[in-house]
């Protein structure tokens, strides 16, 4: 996800108005949005890295009964991100969003339920399970 936002405006269409250094394509915009919509698998795996974390340290769950949790541990973010993305792609949600390309902000359901409706679960979340 870094090396996206550090394309910054690039992937933006080109003659977009307002953004400086706009070069890009509509599919670029997309890449870049994917890809950038696709990082919020990120902090997922850390909100779910505290519960693992919980389960060993307070609750002294065993190796085995962790085991049967880590297929969760691990599918929640990433069918989550890569779901998020792709269904923002067949909605054709990426525009240039002042930076860079990602959910447009109209309509900002999208950018809650996708993005940060998830991310505050998280912070709550890895929060409480410490």
Known sequence: TTIWYTLSTTPIPSGSPNVYGAQGTQASCTAQGFFIQ???ATPMLNGMLSIYYLLIVRYKWKEHEI???QKYFFGIPFIWALATASVSVG???FQGA???CWIAPLPSQYRWIFYYGPLWITIF???TAM
């Open 38 to 40: 696709a990082g919020i």
């Open 67 to 69: 085991k049967k949790l």
């Open 91 to 93: 909605l054709s949600l």
């Open 98 to 100: 002042n930076f860079w």
């Open 125 to 127: 979340i890895a929060t």
